[in-house]
């Protein structure tokens, strides 16, 4: 079989979206209806790709464009060949900037809903559903983006809802059309925070578990309001997950003993609060620069005694603890933690004060290398830290580091305490998930 | 020969003194004027034994008492006897208090330069001039104890200017007077801040390079001129001691290179100054919880690339630095390293990224054992770190911590970079200067 990399980019302005005639580069649908498309030659960047084409082909310049998404890869079979369409969605502010030079392709605006009027070339209207989003679900995912105030768990089961509410104002009646639809809102749900392991995590294990899983047996009595109802059920369950936690982190935090934490992890109170009655010590350090620590400290106060100290304080402290608990912003496969910045410098700490150094979280924090390496290193505002006037000092300000698996003494999940070796397996799982997207 | 060891404590009321007669206490010398008196028994705390002397004796309370000082200990030859006298002084506020029971006691208020006029047991006027210091110095030495805002450097200049001043207002003509007056002064400057080492050292090293080292051949041409020309010279040289430490960290602080430096240090600051030249970049913490790194960063900043960074994240930059160096509040005997808490975390850190640390700072940050162990662990205001308010939570502020010498790549002094083998030579030397007051 001949393997074809393809984009197909659409260009929208004011709701409607161009598409071209005879475009001699796409050789073998002359005379049809096509978004702006060209191949992608050898291991290049469909990205990039994209960008190229619709400026070569339209005269604009990459200032007039805004990316607005890239949908689910779509593969059209012709015969021995097999063509892989990556849809683009751009909008375009000034339409009259476009100038098509060669004279025999002719194009039009048209609204979506026309396009299977058109004599298009293969797939044009999937591909187009593909990057295309109801204003209802677009407004949400957006939010889901600026979102700056909320955790991960929050964020992933905003996802989940926003599943829900996609399945909620489907028009779709069969299994495929409605898997088409749903599967495609999850995947720009994932798209749109690729660094939130857990949006990607809840996300994929729904659909996979739903549309792959339920397929055989659920195909022909599908109906959307069954998938809605999976969704609560999953939900429900995932409210449960703390409770699992708590019972496997009562397995470490005895009675009576001393533990200190870093920064503020809502999975670390949650499980302290759940423990009160086994009078507890919890040591919090403040956590500069945005002391949420102290956060942390004034929650636990009404369950537990409760010290703050400095964060330089922390390896003094390591010695006279039981242990250190702390969240986790995400558990990468190799079973190291990334953390609000100092973690490593305490997991350290305890090593050297040869007191244990666990992590709780829920596994829906396991991130895939590929994953990982979408977060971009945020440099933070530096007045975080120091105000600079006009002074000819630098401020770093970054608010994660790496704790390496070997600092860890476990990671207590909703599913067991975890070694480094455990991450691994449970990663594959979620890459089983991930495949529904493939 | 047998040793009796006896407090004899001077009451102090509106500038008089209390003298006692017939005390049957001390049966040697019946008769005879004295202070409030008594054997010290075996190892018991002479400080215990001169308040309970005080209230047995006059029937005051220890809270009628304000402990003033104590002196040098004066040892009376009688044949084969030797009585080793601790002097102490205390104001009392209501001498009406004073009630003498026993009817053969007689007890007197006289100004002290009256005591010659007395018949008194051996020493007691030499023990009075022991506690005693006249107004000017008093002033100086109150500044020097309740000083919040210097530094020990500053303060030990402080200690030797006075020491000067001391001698320049003395109005002793032979070399034993003067000595005994000078190095009573000497005592309590110690003494008033027995935490900070760096007072004890150049304190006892001018006293005993000027009136051990020259007493043979300087004894008879001796002028109070020759110490004051001493002492000034004594200045100068400590003023150069900037010098030789630049001249040794320069072996370390290499062209080109980065450095991560914690809290506050004027010795790394005028170093890393002198050393501009080596085009260095500094990383300097914060120091929570009064951010004294900042006025680092800020001094360091006409002089050299500097960028703050949070306490925490020193871990991180650990592995991006050529090494770290800071300062020292002291040194202890065994090459450990008191200073701002957070030090020793770092050093671990450094350990961990293979980088060296240095602390820098002059020999007069050595302590001896004895000295350590008069440092109490300041528990400083909480509201540094969080202004707890009416919540249940509490906060540990400690300032100092210690690094094991194990931690530490090496000392840099003006006598050159040391390991911890090399301190405890240091203190020997040290020790020699403290003999001056045996």
Do not use: C, W
């Given at each position: 079989m001949k393997k074809k990399n393809i984009v197909t980019c659409f260009l929208e302005h004011n709701h409607k979206i161009l598409i071209l005639k005879g475009?001699?580069?796409?050789?073998?649908?002359?005379g049809r209806w096509a978004g702006v498309s060209g191949y992608i030659e050898g291991d290049e960047d469909s990205d990039k790709r994209a960008l190229k084409e619709i400026t070569v082909e339209?005269?604009?310049?990459?200032?007039d464009l805004i990316f607005v998404r890239k949908g689910i890869p779509l593969t059209i079979k012709n015969g021995e060949f097999q063509r892989i369409v990556h849809p683009y969605l751009f909008r375009i502010?000034?339409?009259?900037?476009?100038?098509?030079?060669?004279?025999h392709i002719e194009i039009k605006w048209i609204d979506?809903?026309?396009?299977?009027k058109y004599q298009t070339v293969p797939g044009l209207k999937k591909a187009f559903f593909r990057v295309y989003l109801s204003l209802e679900i677009e407004k949400r995912l957006d939010e889901i983006k600026n979102?700056?105030?909320?955790r991960a768990d929050f964020l992933s089961m905003l996802a989940v809802e926003t599943l829900k509410y996609a399945a909620k104002i489907s028009?779709?009646?069969?299994f495929d059309d409605f898997f088409e639809e749903i599967r495609s809102v999850g995947w720009h749900l994932i798209d749109i925070r690729p660094g939130t392991a857990s949006i990607s995590f809840v996300v994929s294990e729904i659909l996979y578990k739903f549309f792959n899983e339920r397929k055989k047996r659920d195909r022909k009595k599908f109906s959307k309001e069954s998938f809605i109802k999976f969704v609560e059920e999953y939900i429900e369950l995932e409210k449960n997950s703390l409770n699992s936690l708590t019972e496997f982190a009562s397995r470490v935090v005895k009675d009576n003993s001393k533990w200190l934490t870093h920064s503020y992890s809502s999975t670390v109170i949650e499980v302290i609060k759940k423990l009160k009655d086994r009078n507890i010590e919890i040591y919090a350090t403040e956590s500069?620069?945005?002391?949420e620590g102290r956060k942390t400290a004034e929650i636990l106060s009404d369950y537990v005694k409760v010290t703050i100290i400095t964060d330089a304080k922390a390896g003094y402290i390591a010695k006279e603890v039981d242990g250190i608990i702390v969240g986790a912003d995400s558990i990468l496969q190799d079973g190291s933690l990334v953390n609000k910045m100092g973690t490593s410098l305490i997991a350290l700490a305890a090593k050297e004060a040869r007191v244990p150094f666990y992590t709780i979280c829920n596994t829906r924090k396991f991130y895939l290398k590929s994953e990982y390496s979408k977060i971009e290193p945020e440099e933070k505002d530096s007045n975080e830290v120091?105000?600079?006037?006009?002074?000819k000092v630098s401020v770093k300000n970054t608010y994660f580091d790496i704790t390496p698996s070997?600092?860890?003494?476990g990671i207590i999940t909703e599913k067991g305490i975890f070694s480094a070796s455990d991450i691994s397996k449970e990663i594959k799982i979620k890459e089983k998930y991930l495949s529904i997207f493939k």
């Open positions: 475009s001699e580069k796409v050789s073998t649908y002359q339209t005269g604009l310049s990459e200032k502010e000034n339409p009259e900037l476009i100038k098509i030079e060669r004279e979506y809903a026309e396009l299977s979102d700056r105030g909320h028009e779709k009646n069969t500069r620069p945005l002391f120091y105000e600079i006037g006009d002074r070997f600092y860890i003494s």
